[in-house]
DNA sequence: TAACGATACGGACCCCGGGTCCGTTTAGCA
DNA sequence: TGCTAAACGGACCCGGGGTCCGTATCGTTA
């Protein structure tokens, strides 16, 4: 793979871009109204620059959201607990989350448009794809848990950007709030310990349809 | 309020593209593939008829969602238990996700649209409001749970449309998995139990910012 | 039943945003 | 300094939501 380096005046306007946008997203707060031609303006740049350095809207907010979440991620891969991959499982998952919501928190603008922004499902991206798999695999290693694969689905869903924003912007919980409820809530989930045997709970019909 | 009543063409105009709006939704899976023009089309009437009854996009997926939920509010509202208002709340917490998440598994394609669809959050829709109000006013009756209304948002969560479509057609859980999955998280959650005083779980730092 | 106002119809039209194309410019190498 | 490959940029295209208004229809009154 050559891979020959890029030019110089490329680099800096995908630079130029990439700062631009994150301006624009952290100003207006409905990340829909911010168009890409707007942001290559911003950029003093052409609408054909931005789209060569990033293919297409998705990409550009994919390239940002990984710049941002650049530290996080190596905290939680190489870093020590509880964050990092020594900690026990059942201090690593309410860690986990935390910091993802905290991280939503910071960027709210930015992982709204990530997240719902698309026309295509969320549950797509890749990005969720390697938080869902770390979490379930974490998940898997406290004893008695039912079903870890939903449990990380449902526990991320529990800080999707569009609740997040909902609840910081709309009924304007303040953060330490939010953390609280998601640890509690977090440590309902993890808590609730294997099912005592016997006690499955019927749900009983009136399933619409069958 | 005189209300006079409408013109029979107008009624007869609706219905039809009522009828024709379900049918497409039920045939191309991806919602966002489905434009108003071709539902006029279908339902053989000119755009602007489709406009003045719903007033645009989101109004007739609310129209289309009124209509099939119809018969699972008033055994909400009014019907016996385990769904009716006389269930205990402990078992009637359960049996409205369960509700819920059937509803959406057998209107997969409009839900993905009425919840995903729009440039706007879900959260602003007035149906998530319904849902979320009764939800969190039966879990507020559940003695010894944390935050009602948080938990209340968390649970719907975990039953939102494109995460449903998620499984159900990408992961292809079959609908009693899911049915059971949903059933043995809510458990656990509900299960949770008054947090034993004293054991508040700290989640220390690392949050990205403060 | 004839006539007339109110109501509804329908599709051409507008707007706007994502994405493309290609003639022009520039970096960087010899 | 000259040459080529790479990058530039903005005019352009496309498709979908939403509007407008001249025309057709309803249904009511005489």
């Given amino acids: 793979m050559p891979e020959r380096k890029p030019r110089k005046d490329a680099v800096r306007n995908r630079q130029a871009v990439l700062e631009a946008a994150d301006a624009l997203f952290a100003r207006d707060e409905s990340p829909e109204g911010v168009t890409l031609a707007a942001v290559a303006a911003a950029a003093g740049v052409g609408k054909g620059t931005l789209f060569r350095a990033f293919g297409d809207r998705p990409g550009l907010l994919r390239a940002l959201y990984e710049a941002r979440l650049d530290p996080v991620r190596e ?3 190489t870093g020590p607990p509880p964050l990092g991959p020594a900690t ?3 201090q690593r998952v ?10 939503k928190l910071d960027n709210r603008p930015l992982m709204l448009a990530l997240e719902e922004g698309g ?3 969320p549950y797509q991206a890749d990005h969720y794809a390697r938080w869902h798999g770390l979490l379930a695999t974490v998940l898997r290693q406290i004893p008695g848990l039912a079903d870890s694969d939903f449990t990380a689905h449902a526990l991320l869903a529990a800080i999707r950007a569009d609740l997040v924003e909902h609840l910081a912007g709309h009924e304007c919980v303040p953060r330490e709030r939010m953390r609280e409820q998601l640890a509690d809530f977090t440590a309902g989930v993890l808590d609730s310990g294997p099912a005592r045997p016997g006690e499955r709970r019927v749900i009983r019909g009136r399933g619409a349809g069958e």
Same sequence: chains 1, 2.
Avoid: G, H, I, Q
């Avoid at 309410?94 to 991280?103: G, R, S, V």
């Fill in 75 to 77: 905290a939680v891969e």
């Fill in 88 to 90: 026990p499982p059942r």
């Fill in 94 to 103: 309410p860690a986990l989350l935390d910091t993802l919501l905290c991280f």
């Fill in 119 to 121: 026309s295509s499902s």
